[in-house]
């Protein structure tokens, strides 16, 4: 299992993780750094001749999208699960059909899991489907964000593994790179005629599945009592009027169909349980009869007339000479919105008057939105910040800056912190942050130095997210929000187009008036946002990346990042007999970004507000003048660090105190350290910081004395490294 956290798909790696950790399971689990490096993983492992799992949502999707038609034009089988979740922007993490439908030309068999029980069968099925002789195709099994990823239902498993090994059978993998006695070319490059004839036969393997898939259904129904048909229709025989939905908004719509039946109404509801091969005969078998069908989309084809199930529904029916159904499509549910009862009912309505009337009054159209007023002059994504920041209150030159002529560095003096103090925060007070949080502390530090406008780009994290809750925002100054992979990209572009707008003279431009643009980005987000980040900086852009560095995937439940520390707990690494927190150390940024020769990179904790203030004032100098800056903070996060909310300042300080986090900047390519404890005699043992959070608990217990000593040497090796780097100019 290759696989990356992603709401709401991550408890699936997560209750994997834990059952590892407890032996329960042998799956390999590889934290991939982004999805689209997940994918990779599950195709490198199944070309290597094994099973293969992954699960992931919205973006994750998307991400890995170009990898999913490489999977199935290979004909390598795999299991997906997709929790299906709103696709940004703007970013929401609640359940609708808008990543799926991304999907559907990707060459996946996909099926359709409506509730938890169906999630169990399916993904045994799944297997079994996959690897068919006459398919060898990855399928896809889908099921809603929340409504049934975080759904709580008693479910029937198999008592053994070993009905499910019999019943799964074993892998007979049809290409294996791994095999030397057999060399196989996997994927190779196809000219004309070659790759519609591949194309072609991956064609014959889904005109294929339409007869496997419900003999495998059958199969099963007999070995577990649960039998799932390729539609499942519910009162249907005399229905009038049919609602068609996919998952769990179907189950929904039952108790509306069983309401109106008892006022006598002829209505009924279906469901596929494949989407992919589409079931057309089974839509039109069951609609021949039937006078008008409303078909819910919880996702829109833009600009198409109706969402992809209510076109694929009604290009079916045109197949049917006999048919003269009525259709209407409507868009429910985005973003998560609620489905009742009542809203099937009045989808229903809806029908029984089209099937009345013989037409439909109107064809397509969105079921529960609010219409707003008219834009006047910014898109409804676009908010003002309120209350605006003024350039000049917060222009207060706190920090004065100097070139040594001697060294061509940068010195900086501040003025005293009671001076500071009346400067306005760029960042509102009322954000939603946890108690604790290091985040906004650091920032608030940050800026105060910063003078002039500020442009900043927060990626995807907490600090994205507990700020700009719609309608409000905690931003004074002008933001902007994009992903996690793509956040050093979107800002270069910005930096790019005001010095172009300069040069053509659309915009004054005099050095006070030249924005500093700062990229905030944390919660793992130089894993998947490294190749970004590391792209604008070897482009040089004049920006700063700023990175508060609290040790994991925070904002989505403190999942393991490549920024989590050797044995530390998180959800992804739990502890176990078996498992001894994360299995290997934590990622050097600040070297990797000294190595791309930028002007200037340092580290900080907000707990040296003198040193990380400096390092601020550094940090704008250079990046308005010579190119990208990149900065690390140490940010505390009492909840998942499992320590008390007011205990930040202390735990922090022993990360610095112990070496784990030493401070120091990369000047013009020389290396400096700020603080070192050893020479004012404060070194503390890594042992103890790690003593001082309910995360790293288990690592006082002798039997993870191994895992603390390699966490000690490698913290060591860097600290030389360090300490030769800061005594040798050249180095």
């Not at 250079?622 to 007011?646: E, M, Q």
């Not at 070194?683 to 000690?712: F, I, N």
């Amino acid at each position: 299992m290759g696989y990356y956290p992603i709401t709401p798909s991550t408890e699936v790696a997560e209750r994997l993780s834990e059952m590892k950790a407890a032996g329960h399971h042998g799956i390999v689990m590889i934290p991939a750094d982004g999805e689209h490096s997940a994918a990779g993983i599950c195709y490198g492992a199944a070309a290597g001749g094994g099973r293969v799992l992954n699960a992931t949502s919205s973006q994750g999707l998307l991400y890995s999208l170009e990898q999913l038609p490489v999977q199935s034009g290979t004909r390598f089988p795999m299991v997906l699960n997709l929790a299906t979740r709103a696709v940004s922007g703007p970013l929401n993490i609640r359940g609708d059909h808008s990543d799926l439908y991304f999907a559907l030309n990707a060459g996946w068999i996909i099926l359709l899991a409506k509730d938890p029980q169906a999630v169990y069968d399916l993904n045994l099925l799944a297997v079994k489907i996959g690897e068919h002789p006459a398919l060898r195709l990855p399928v896809m099994v889908a099921y809603d964000g929340f409504f049934t990823s975080h759904q709580k239902r008693k479910v029937r498993v198999f008592r053994d593994a070993e009905t499910v090994r019999a019943y799964v059978g074993e892998f007979v993998p049809s290409g294996d790179a791994l095999d030397p006695l057999r060399p196989v070319t996997i994927g190779p490059y196809m000219n004309d005629p070659d790759l519609i004839n591949n194309k072609y036969q991956l064609k014959l393997a889904f005109d294929a599945a339409a007869t496997v898939i419900p003999e495998l259904f059958r199969e099963y129904g007999r070995l577990s009592g649960r039998l799932y048909p390729m539609m499942d229709a519910y009162r249907l025989d005399d229905a009038e009027t049919a609602l068609v939905l996919l998952n769990s908004s179907s189950e929904t719509a039952k108790e509306a169909v069983d309401l109106l039946r008892r006022e006598g109404r002829k209505v009924g509801v279906m469901a596929p349980t494949v989407l992919r091969p589409f079931p057309a005969e089974a839509f039109r078998q069951a609609l021949r009869r039937v006078k008008a069908v409303v078909i819910g989309d919880r996702g829109d084809s833009y600009g198409a007339g109706g969402g992809n199930l209510s076109l694929e529904v009604r290009a079916a029916l045109k197949d049917d000479p006999a048919n003269r159904t009525v259709c209407l499509s409507r868009v429910y549910g985005l973003g998560g919105k609620e489905f009742t009862v009542e809203d099937a009912k009045h989808l229903l309505e809806e029908g029984l008057e089209a099937a009345a009337s013989g037409q439909a009054a109107v064809s397509f159209d969105y079921l529960g939105v609010t219409a707003g007023s008219p834009p006047d002059v910014i898109p409804p994504s676009v908010q003002w910040a309120a209350p605006p920041l003024h350039v000049e209150e917060v222009t207060r030159h706190h920090a004065h800056v100097t070139v040594d002529v001697a060294t061509g560095r940068l010195l900086v003096t501040l003025d005293p912190f009671w001076k500071m103090a009346p400067t306005p925060s760029r960042i509102a007070p009322g954000h939603g942050a946890c108690p604790g949080c290091g985040a906004f502390t650091s920032l608030r530090q940050f800026f105060r130095v910063i003078d002039g406008p500020v442009v900043v780009l927060f990626q995807t994290g907490c600090a994205m997210v507990v700020t700009t809750g719609y309608p409000s925002t905690a931003h004074r100054v002008s933001y902007i929000h994009n992903l996690f992979q793509n956040g050093g990209g979107t800002l270069s572009g910005l930096v790019e187009m005001y010095h172009e707008r300069v040069r053509r003279g659309e915009l004054a431009h005099s050095e006070a008036d030249e924005p500093t643009f700062v990229m905030v980005t944390g919660d793992g987000g130089m894993d998947i946002g490294m190749g970004s980040a590391l792209g604008a900086a070897h482009r040089y852009h004049r920006m700063i990346i700023l990175e508060y560095d609290n040790e994991g995937y925070m904002n989505t439940g403190s999942q393991l990042s490549y920024a989590t520390p050797l044995g530390h707990h998180t959800s992804t690494s739990p502890v176990g007999s078996f498992s001894s927190g994360k299995a290997f150390h934590h990622k050097d940024t600040l070297q990797l970004f000294a190595a791309a020769h930028l002007p200037y990179v340092f580290s900080a904790v907000d707990g040296f507000p003198d040193d990380l203030m400096k390092k601020a004032a550094k940090a704008q100098w250079y990046a308005k003048r010579k190119g990208l800056v990149y900065g690390k903070i140490l940010s505390a996060c009492p909840l998942n660090w499992k320590t008390p909310d007011d205990g930040a300042v202390s735990v922090v300080q022993a990360a610095v105190d112990s070496l784990f986090f030493p401070l120091y900047e990369v000047e013009k390519g020389k290396t400096v350290i700020t603080y070192d404890p050893e020479a004012l005699g404060r070194r503390r043992p890594v042992r103890e910081w790690l003593g001082m959070m309910g995360k790293t608990k288990h690592l006082t217990d002798p039997r993870h004395t191994q895992v603390v000593e390699a966490l000690e040497a490698e913290v060591e090796r860097r600290w030389k490294r360090l300490k030769a780097m800061h005594a040798h100019p050249d180095l």
